[in-house]
């Protein structure tokens, strides 16, 4: 089929369910769209804070950003209430997050309060898996079931919240990506 008709076909979703549509500043993958499709409350969710996300970032609406959710498995990826974030920018969460703890244990390192902060800034500022979470967990929101914390769970969620007694289990699992729903 030629590609320009292709590309105006509606992706393989399940009823009820939708991609997560590209905005100004970010373009979406999403691996296997028919399992990765979501319920429209969660996919505008997501745009609105990916937006957000990439605003803040600095990105040139001439080079947008990409972002890749792949399908979940468990609990509310079961009903399309929920995203797994795998990569920004072309680069792995498990990349980011390595890149981050090498970078501010080395920051932390640093003779000086100024050079200390510094360096901590210059991370903050170019890694975009720390800055997608952060715009995550400040302008996302998230379900949060009767007795459950907030369900937002990344590599960040013990140093940044919203639940910063995340279980190591729960941690390694999300070591990988950004588990959220809605
Ligand atoms: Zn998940």
Known sequence: MHEALLATLPLPTTPGRVAVREGALYRVTMVDPARSAVVPAL???LERVFELFAREAGVDAAEPVNIRIEPG???HHQVGRA????AVGGIG??????????RTARAAALPTPLARRL???TEEKENLGWRIYEAMRRHGRWAQPY???VQLFGPWTRESGPWRQISDFLL???RDHIHCSK
Do not use: K, M, S, T
């Open 43 to 45: 996919a505008r969710e």
């Open 119 to 121: 360096a901590r800034e």
């Open 93 to 102: 969460l498990r990349e980011w997050w390595n890149r981050w703890r090498e």
């Open 172 to 174: 390694r699992a999300h």
């Open 83 to 86: 995203a797994d974030v795998y």
């Open 147 to 149: 007795g459950h914390p």
């Open 73 to 75: 498995i468990f609990g």
